[in-house]
């Protein structure tokens, strides 16, 4: 996976310089070695923004690297924005770049040919990616939930790289469900695994996917021990899980676990560089926004009786209560029957409410709580003590959502949206505990840029 993800962004960075070449050869009828370095600073910075916009938009993500509909509009939507950062530098800063050069036709033909250029490296890749002759035979040893979700996970994206031809089942487990999901892709069932290295060799399996219970038999240790020689590589079910779903499944992990993966004594330095990062960056936004206070505080008075502010009380890290502040989004006495988690299209919400809640400018004022040190950008959901008591009751592992700061936005904020339900704050904590195990200034800044992305969509709290 991170070698094709390298593949793309080296193979975008080819295209971009192969388009400016293209250009200056169709514009002076070849090519000229002076021409080209005159134009590489200045066209260098565009294509570098130009890479962040498609990161923003998820064109680095193999879940997307499909030629469909959701990959052209994303596609589409990042060159445009590609194409006004461009005529907004080239027109109205050009003292930015050399004077030498009137990049005017220049980056209009460079854009065409681009975007022709690009088209066609994209849909290559896609088709390659996804093509599953190419990919891995993979079978899957044990059959639980999360076996089944995987299974499902990695069928809907073969770009992925591997291609689920077995999943066999203890004799000790339950029997097979939902088989119906997998009878149109060629997945076969088997029962029992005391011929183990026979059926995996026989159905020419490169990499085998353990689910924990199959570890708990020496027998059948030593069984798979026997299947080495024979060059299958074996994956334990919730490290492969993790990797493709890029959440962690709660029914395959214990206290163990965390002792083996959240360190907080090894992340020192990445905390201090965060913690830098959020006050400079909180006070800079917060100096910025505030012009746009009075006419959001106006606007919310006019629109429904009730104060500007809301204040609310909620969860901080190590379980610490703090006041967060928000621009009221809702009516006046929206919890008058009690604590209620919002939803989608939830009838409490002004007009006014759902255009900040989308844009998120409702959340300008925790910028305070940031500079304060109580929240961070990135994090897990700070979630109200009335709604955090119930949950860490019927979620396990709950509260050690909190071993670090709650943020603005996170993994789980993104790739899950509303939390209206326990189901919902089941599926939400396995993004939570992803990021808390993963977490780096890397995947904060890529976090970032994908709730610009969301923001930019409209697809807003």
């Not at 589409?76 to 907004?88: G, Y």
């Not at 038999?217 to 492969?240: A, Y």
């Amino acid at each position: 996976m991170k070698i094709k993800k390298i593949i793309l962004l080296i193979g975008d960075a080819m295209i971009l310089y192969a388009a400016l070449a293209g250009a200056l050869i169709i514009r002076y009828n070849g090519f000229d070695l002076t021409v080209f370095q005159s134009h590489l600073r200045p066209f260098t910075i565009i294509f570098a923004l130009w890479i962040i916009i498609f990161y923003i938009h998820n064109l680095y993500d193999l879940s997307t690297a499909k030629n469909n509909t959701i990959f052209y509009s994303a596609l589409l939507r990042a060159i445009i924005i590609n194409i006004v950062i461009a005529v907004i530098f080239f027109y109205f800063a050009p003292q930015l770049f050399s004077t030498t050069i009137t990049p005017k036709t220049n980056l209009f033909l460079t854009v065409l040919v681009f975007i022709v250029l690009f088209w066609l490296w994209r849909n290559l890749f896609n088709k390659f990616a996804g093509s599953t002759t190419l990919n891995i035979n993979t079978a899957i040893i044990g059959h639980n939930l999360q076996a089944l979700e995987l299974a499902r996970e990695v069928i809907k994206n073969p770009q992925l790289g591997h291609r689920i031809k077995l999943i066999i089942r203890h004799e000790e487990e339950s029997n097979f469900k939902d088989l119906e999901d997998f009878s149109a892709n060629n997945i076969e069932f088997k029962t029992g695994l005391s011929n183990l290295k026979e059926v995996l060799i026989q159905n020419k399996i490169n990499t085998a996917i353990v689910a924990p219970e199959i570890y708990r038999s020496p027998e059948l240790i030593q069984n798979l021990f026997e299947c080495l020689r024979h060059k299958i590589d074996f994956i334990n079910l919730p490290t492969f899980y993790e990797r493709i779903v890029q959440k962690i499944p709660l029914s395959a992990i214990n206290q163990i676990w965390f002792l083996e993966n959240i360190s907080q004594n090894q992340r020192g330095f990445y905390e201090s560089l965060k913690r830098l990062f959020d006050f400079f960056a909180a006070l800079a936004l917060l100096i910025v926004s505030l012009p746009l206070w009075p006419i959001i505080a106006l606007v919310v008075k006019l629109e429904s009786q009730g104060p500007i502010f809301y204040k609310q009380t909620r969860v901080g890290q190590g379980g610490e209560l703090f006041k967060l502040t928000k621009f009221r989004t809702m009516v006046k006495d929206a919890e008058k029957d009690g604590p209620k988690m919002a939803q989608e299209n939830d009838p409490r919400i002004t007009k006014f409410g759902k255009f900040l809640r989308k844009t998120r400018i409702d959340e300008l004022p925790q910028l305070w709580n940031v500079i304060k040190g109580e929240m961070s950008f990135v994090g897990p959901r700070a979630e109200r003590p009335e709604f955090h008591e119930e949950l860490k009751i019927n979620i396990p592992f709950y509260q050690e959502r909190y071993l670090i700061k709650p943020g603005l936005s996170g993994w789980a904020q993104i790739n899950h949206g509303y939390s209206s339900s326990v189901a919902d704050n089941f599926e939400k904590i396995q993004y939570d505990l992803y990021y808390i195990k993963n977490r780096s200034f890397l995947f904060d800044l890529g976090i970032i840029l994908k709730t610009i992305n969301i923001i930019l969509k409209g697809g807003g709290r």
